[in-house]
């Protein structure tokens, strides 16, 4: 080992690829960071807060999340923690979803006035619900499940926003969520293997077109109203984030009824005795 390789260990991995080989790590991690470029794009539409800015907003939100369903894949194609140990890729990525997937959409949802005046001071809930779920150590389980809501609140602006219910439905569905962050239920991680996680993806492809004719149908206005086709098509993808909330809790469920048979069988029994009724004096 040279003295750099022992004042600079990390230095030293860093340069085993080829120049090419990390060039196609430091892309991935451009595309990565396509996502802030969906983000400052977003914000600049919110600040004008026109009805056709919110459904850009929207589309660019779409991109963002695409973006961060697919470059995991690239990475560990690429092999950027071994390429480039120095630059901390999931730092980026947490950086980016903490502004596409809660800041910017519970803006929109102030800036649309969703939740009427004297409610916005409630959208400091979600806001630090999600830097609380952001920053657990255990925010995604071994066995490869979101621990807790995953601050999907780009999903619940749309939904409000396209539905428009009242306040106080609006208000609860906030607060609902917001809660559920700290509830330690299993929520379906999609791109990792298994039989709900492919059935996920297929209907999330699915509801992708719904939610592209949804954006395609809104009017002018503020808001859809309820003769709009828009709405109409917003009520039928609805069965997406059903099933997605129904089969993450019955995951959560099962797991909980395969531990609870374990808990009882290792708990030794008690004898029955006289003198464990009645208390020492």
């Given at each position: ?166 306040a106080g439905v609006s208000l609860a569905v906030v607060v609902v969520f917001s809660l559920l962050t700290f509830v330690p239920s299993r929520y379906l991680y999609p791109s990792q293997p298994g039989l709900l996680n492919a059935l996920s993806n297929a209907l ?63 708990r030794p029994r008690r004898r029955l005795r006289s003198a464990s009724l009645h208390p020492r004096s």
């Amino acid at each position: 080992m040279t003295q750099l390789d022992r004042v600079h260990p990390v230095r030293s991995r860093a340069e085993g690829g080829t120049p090419f080989v990390r060039f196609l790590a430091w892309c991935v991690h451009f595309y990565t960071a396509l996502g802030l470029v969906a983000a400052a794009a977003i914000a600049v539409l919110l600040v004008r807060g026109r009805a056709d800015d919110f459904r850009w907003s929207f589309v660019l939100m779409l991109v963002a999340t695409l973006v961060d369903a697919t470059d995991g894949t690239l990475a560990r194609l690429v092999r950027v923690k071994q390429v480039l140990p120095r630059f901390d890729g999931r730092r980026l990525d947490d950086l980016t979803d903490f502004l596409t997937y809660t800041f910017l959409p519970l803006l929109l949802i102030w800036r649309a006035g969703i939740l009427p005046a004297g409610l916005e001071g409630w959208l400091l809930l979600p806001l630090l619900a999600s830097a609380y779920g952001f920053c657990q150590v255990e925010a995604k389980t071994d066995d490869g499940y979101f621990l807790g809501f995953p601050s999907l609140w780009n999903g619940v602006a749309f939904y409000l926003y396209v539905l428009h219910p009242p306040a106080g439905v609006s208000l609860a569905v906030v607060v609902v969520f917001s809660l559920l962050t700290f509830v330690p239920s299993r929520y379906l991680y999609p791109s990792q293997p298994g039989l709900l996680n492919a059935l996920s993806n297929a209907l999330g492809v699915i509801w992708g077109f719904l939610f592209v004719r949804i954006l395609w149908g809104l009017p002018d206005g503020r808001y859809p109203t309820e003769d709009d086709r828009a709405r109409d098509f917003a009520l039928i993808s609805l069965f997406y984030p059903t099933f997605y909330l129904i089969a993450s809790w019955a995951v959560t469920l099962t797991q909980l009824l395969k531990k609870a048979p374990r808990r009882r069988a290792g708990r030794p029994r008690r004898r029955l005795r006289s003198a464990s009724l009645h208390p020492r004096s």
